[in-house]
């Protein structure tokens, strides 16, 4: 069944952050990610990390009953791209994106709401 | 360092989709998404998959060496959401998801192309 008219499953929150934090830290990222979904009031499956190297980035997922949280930072430049998809009229995207920004000591460069599966 | 002016460090395509396909059905999601990364020439690292039940949804995301690939399903509305997110010049974030769309018999109700971590 489609969704109505009105209806949407998921939101969708893309934000690019210029950050100062622990972006080559997988330890911490993981924290960050746990922490992040607590916040959202989602239900986390697991945390997955791959970490670069010495000094270079991390790749973390939070798959989530309700989607996921991925982020993906370059310490290099200093940047983190950052993904919370959640599903559920209780989860709290926002919520997890200002615990995301708070542990990397973030300026959100770029944010972008979208609405997943629902009218465009 | 930031990146330039006209520099970006991925595309992020964002797909929701009307599928036929094998949504509840974590083996064919995987091997999907095991095609759809090299569609993509892309290095795979890892693909975890959680499937909520018999009949029911299926969250599978490829942890990229160049970020991620991500489904998440809804069969009992037909309903999928993809996103694919790579960086890197060589990287053909479209043909991943046209792997995704053949594998799952989809129409796609949605794309959005979103350029990550450039000048917005």
Redesign the interface.
């Known amino acids: 069944?489609?969704?109505a008219a009105d209806e949407i499953?998921?939101i969708?929150l893309?934000a690019?952050l210029?950050a100062q934090g622990p972006l080559d830290d997988p330890a911490r990222i993981e924290t960050m990610l746990v922490e992040a979904a607590a916040a959202a009031r989602v239900r986390l499956?697991?945390v997955?990390l791959?970490h670069?190297g010495d000094g270079q980035g991390v790749?973390g997922?939070a798959?989530?009953?309700e989607?996921?949280i991925?982020v993906?930072s370059?310490p290099?430049?200093?940047?983190a791209?950052v993904?919370i998809?959640v599903?559920g009229a209780h989860a709290d995207p926002q919520a997890a994106l200002e615990v995301i920004r708070a542990h990397l000591d973030a300026t959100i460069?770029?944010r972008?709401e979208?609405p997943?599966?629902g009218r465009?």
Chains 1, 2 share one sequence.
Not at 76 to 79: F, I, M, N, S, V
């Open positions: 069944m489609a969704p499953l998921g969708h893309i690019d210029a499956l697991e997955r791959h670069f790749t997922v798959l989530l009953a989607s996921h991925s993906h370059w290099e430049r200093a940047l791209a993904d998809f599903c460069l770029r972008l979208v997943r599966l465009p």
